[in-house]
């Protein structure tokens, strides 16, 4: 879409709005921002707004949203909003800020989606491409917003992005290169009229622009990752149980890749720095993408060694008197809490809580009741977890994440986990994860011994 002279509204003010009026103003668009939340809560963006010389309003949607030819939308924007809902009467066209940064995009996309691991695995690639000589960008769903560097990117350079299924929902020309299904299991379903079949769609169009030239790389594993209806595009899977003669797999203790006619065995499990069944997975679809895009094996093994991990997943803060404190404020469903208590074998006094989305917890029922010595409940969630949790083991309601803290050093014993993996969204206590994921940590290098 030729955007010169075009009024576009940006609904959302805070990191993917900003970054995408800016660069809607650096090809003479005319961006209005309008954000529901109060000025105070917006104070970074209320600057660089104003900075920027660019039209917005907070506190609430106008009737001046509605006076544009293009409207893009924040993730934090559900489909059935009454603002989606309207500017689609009025047949104005919505699209996310995924999809409308990649109109600018000269670079070769790789785009990552899955419900858990979409963070490590984006990580990690942009590492282990870097590492292997080409030059590679990431951001996305994490770090930097896509129209915030998407003019830097030269061609023949690659970006990894972090894709969630509320960006792929506002998607129309948007066609990575290479795209990427970690795996689906049920979450956000209450922004799928709690129909995970919407959500499972809703995945799937990551890859539906691709076409010969491109690359389509998937869970195996996963029966609700259908490579079936995926016929436009060259399919890679990877797998952990199966050895696939299109991609990689594990056997014997090590990484290998297949492309119909070679299989090579590349290195051991043991080069990989992360912990975790989930994460051989996550190193799988690297692995699988690296070798696509030409990486040499020796330079995807100096990366998979050299990775320093992800913060706020699984990620070490503090051992005091023999007890460790780990910082998972990025587990924001059932199922990433499953694979964090399968992470560990010690004892674990477990945080959870937050915005509920849906959660149904007999997903770690079992791995509760093995693991798991005490729940601190908290956010607005709490009631429903002591419910479901009562019978099972101890749980207590607690205020805020330092009196988990101070609770758990005293309540915890040497060889223990304090693991923060709260299953929920963070909206209710937090502007987002990272801020509970700060705080959390905060309070434990407070801690007074």
Known sequence: MEINGKNISIIGAMRSGVAAAKLARKFNAMPFVSDLSSEEKLSQSYQ???????????????????????????????SNSEVVSEAVKRKIK???ELEFASWFCRGKIIAITGTNGKTTTTALLNHTINISGFKCYSGGNIGNAFSEFVLDVKENEFVALEVSSFQLDHIYSFKPAYSVILNITPDHLDRYENNFQNYIDSKMRVCMNQNGKDYFVYNGDDENVSSGQITNTNKFEFS?????????????NHFYFSN???????????????RGEHNICNALAVLTVSKLIGCRTEKIKEAFKSFPGVEHRLEFVREINGIVFINDSKATNVDS???????????????????DKGNDYNRIKDLVFNKVKKIYAIGTSAQKIYEFFKDIVPVEYKQSLGECVEDALKTGTKGGIVLLSPACASFDMFDNFEHRGRVFKESVMGLNL
Not at 241 to 249: D, I, K, P
Not at 337 to 355: C, D, H, T
Request: aromatic share 8%.
């Open 260 to 274: 119909e006619d070679k299989t090579e065995k590349l290195f051991d499990l043991d080069n990989l720095s992360l």
């Open 337 to 355: 809490v499953w694979y964090a208590l399968r992470s560990f074998n010690q004892p674990i006094l477990l945080i959870l809580g937050g915005k």
């Open 240 to 252: 952990l149980s199966n050895q696939t003669s299109r991609g990689s797999f594990v056997a014997d």
């Open 48 to 78: 660089t707004l104003t900075r920027e010389n660019i039209a917005f309003e907070v506190g609430g949607h106008t009737e001046k949203i509605y006076d544009c030819d293009l409207m893009i939308i924040s993730p934090a924007v559900p």
């Open 94 to 96: 919505v699209v996310s």
